[in-house]
């Protein structure tokens, strides 16, 4: 029934910008927060990035500070991931997620996930 979906990605150069974005469906996840993780080839998946509902709070890793951005939009259901100054370490499958009441870094506590959306950065 809940279903993320991500977009956007593709192929980039060193130094590029890319945004992706994740679209809502089933639930209400316009009270939920959601989140961006990834995960390269043989590595663990890691946070990325999340954004509360309600008072909009963001947290970010620290690989990403200072690079990335995420937002919120229509109606709080669609949530978007905007990184500058890519590198080719950022190259990953980037997953959004979605949990019940505040935000946190935690993988286990995300309950809901997309399929995933490929972002490879070319040096």
């Known amino acids: 029934q809940a279903q993320l979906v991500e977009s956007g990605g593709g192929l980039v150069h060193t130094g590029e910008s890319l945004r992706l974005s994740c679209a809502a469906s089933?639930?209400?996840?316009?009270?939920?927060?959601m989140a961006w993780f990834r995960q390269a080839p043989g590595k663990e998946r890691e946070f990325v990035a999340c954004?509360?509902?309600?008072?909009?709070?963001?947290l970010y890793a620290d690989s990403v500070k200072g690079r990335a951005s995420i937002s919120r939009h229509n109606a709080k259901t669609t949530v978007y991931l905007e990184m500058n100054t890519l590198k080719p370490e950022d190259t990953a499958v980037y997953y959004c997620?979605?949990?019940?009441?505040?935000?946190?870094?935690?993988?286990?506590?995300?309950?809901?996930w997309g399929q995933g959306t490929q972002v490879t950065v070319s040096s």
């Open positions: 997620a979605a949990k019940v009441l505040g935000g946190s870094p935690r993988l286990s506590l995300y309950e809901y």
């Open positions: 089933g639930r209400i996840f316009n009270m939920y927060t």
């Open positions: 954004i509360t509902s309600s008072s909009g709070i963001t």
